[in-house]
């Protein structure tokens, strides 16, 4: 069974299967968009703080109370996806439940520049039966913090199969004008979008290039406002937020990956870049360097650094067939190390096993 914050009054329920998810009512169907939107909760609250600390409210409410009716029809695990949901489960801890968590990256940042989070993560991690994580920094920090190695475990995010099979299908000797450069995810401002049309409009005029941006949010009509104030207008195109076969299509027409986010756990996209051939070209941050092993399977340039940005993307247009090799090695890595996301689901089913025995 999945618990899901409802979405605009979506229906009570949806049979999938052996699944059924379980949509929970928190407000009038207008308002219910607090965990949807781009940027999910942390934007919405910081958009319209009020409002949205009173439905974050009646969301707990509403799920804490979807989940005791389920927890007492008797269940064998919680699993809690993110650390807040894992503070919604902790009362079934009491009542003999097991507890596994899976923290991601935002999860982890939180309780590393507050002295709060820090303390209510190691009461989380205490008491739940089982914590994952999604990137080999984040275990070791935990490891690190909360001498927690034995109920750790880190497994990985998959890759749709859609995106492998355009990294298949990719031609590596086919020649373009311009360099066509891709931007996925969404428009807030962790993700840095306004860094990254800045450090475009700072390449030369004599290079070609073009800019398809994909995702939505609140930025989205400050960033086109920007790149017509950076006269840059005609060579960026907003696609608004797509899903992953049309995504994966995007990648079959582009090049290279431009990723500019200030913080990430283990973004989703470079890896399913990667796994599509891409040449990534991405800051150097926590989870990006475990993706990219420091430069060997894509571009790291300095978060912020706009001259060392510029410096590298000039580097790529050119002479983008010199770095053609890291975009094939960052694919096979993808697939040997990365993989399918049946791959995580059976490593998430040996957890659960684990910890059911």
């Given at each position: 069974m999945v618990l899901v914050p409802s979405f605009?009054?979506?229906?009570?329920?949806?049979?999938?299967?052996?699944?059924?998810?379980?949509?929970?009512?928190?407000?009038?169907?207008?308002?219910?968009?607090?965990?949807?939107?781009?940027?999910?909760?942390?934007?919405?609250?910081?958009?319209?703080?009020?409002?949205?600390?009173?439905?974050?409210?009646?969301?707990?409410?509403?799920?804490?109370?979807?989940?005791?009716?389920?927890?007492?029809?008797?269940?064998?695990?919680?699993?809690?996806?993110?650390?807040?949901?894992?503070?919604?489960?902790?009362?079934?801890?009491?009542?003999?439940?097991?507890?596994?968590?899976?923290?991601r990256g935002d999860d982890v940042a939180r309780a590393m520049t507050s002295k709060l989070n820090y303390v209510l993560m190691g009461m989380l991690i205490k008491l739940s039966s089982h914590v994952i994580v999604v990137s080999k920094d984040m275990q070791s920090w935990l490891e690190d913090n909360y001498n927690c190695a034995k109920k750790l475990s880190y497994i990985g995010n998959g890759v749709a199969e859609v995106f492998f099979k355009v990294g298949h299908a990719r031609c590596y000797t086919e020649q373009h004008a311009a360099i066509r450069f891709v931007s996925v995810g969404n428009l807030i401002p962790r993700k840095n979008n306004k860094f990254l049309l800045h450090g475009l409009a700072s390449l030369p005029g004599s290079i070609a290039w073009s800019l398809m941006i994909?995702?939505?949010?609140?930025?989205?009509?400050?960033?086109?406002?920007?790149?017509?104030?950076?006269?840059?207008?005609?060579?960026?195109?907003?696609?608004?937020?797509?899903?992953?076969?049309?995504?994966?299509?995007?990648?079959?027409?582009?090049?290279?990956?431009?990723?500019?986010?200030?913080?990430?756990?283990k973004p989703n996209v470079v890896m399913e870049a990667m796994a599509a051939g891409l040449l990534v070209v991405a800051p150097r941050i926590s989870g990006v360097n475990e993706l990219l092993l420091e430069g060997r399977f894509g571009l790291l340039y300095d978060s912020e650094n706009r001259e060392d940005f510029v410096q590298v993307l000039e580097h790529v247009c050119s002479d983008f067939s010199r770095y053609k090799g890291k975009a094939i090695e960052a694919m096979a890595m993808a697939s040997a190390e990365v993989g399918y996301w049946c791959d995580s689901a059976s490593k998430y089913l040996n957890v659960f096993t684990r910890v059911c025995v």
């Open positions: 605009r009054g979506s229906g009570n329920f949806l049979q999938m299967g052996n699944e059924m998810i379980t949509s929970c009512r928190y407000a009038f169907a207008r308002h219910e968009t607090l965990a949807h939107a781009p940027g999910g909760v942390p934007v919405a609250v910081r958009k319209r703080p009020i409002l949205a600390r009173i439905f974050l409210c009646t969301m707990m409410l509403s799920m804490f109370a979807n989940l005791l009716r389920k927890v007492v029809t008797g269940v064998d695990i919680i699993h809690a996806n993110w650390s807040f949901s894992g503070f919604l489960a902790l009362p079934f801890v009491l009542l003999g439940k097991k507890l596994v968590v899976t923290l994909v995702g939505e949010g609140p930025e989205q009509d400050m960033l086109s406002q920007l790149a017509q104030e950076l006269k840059i207008s005609e060579k960026v195109k907003f696609c608004g937020a797509l899903d992953h076969n049309a995504i994966a299509q995007v990648f079959a027409n582009s090049d290279v990956l431009l990723f500019s986010s200030l913080s990430e756990g």
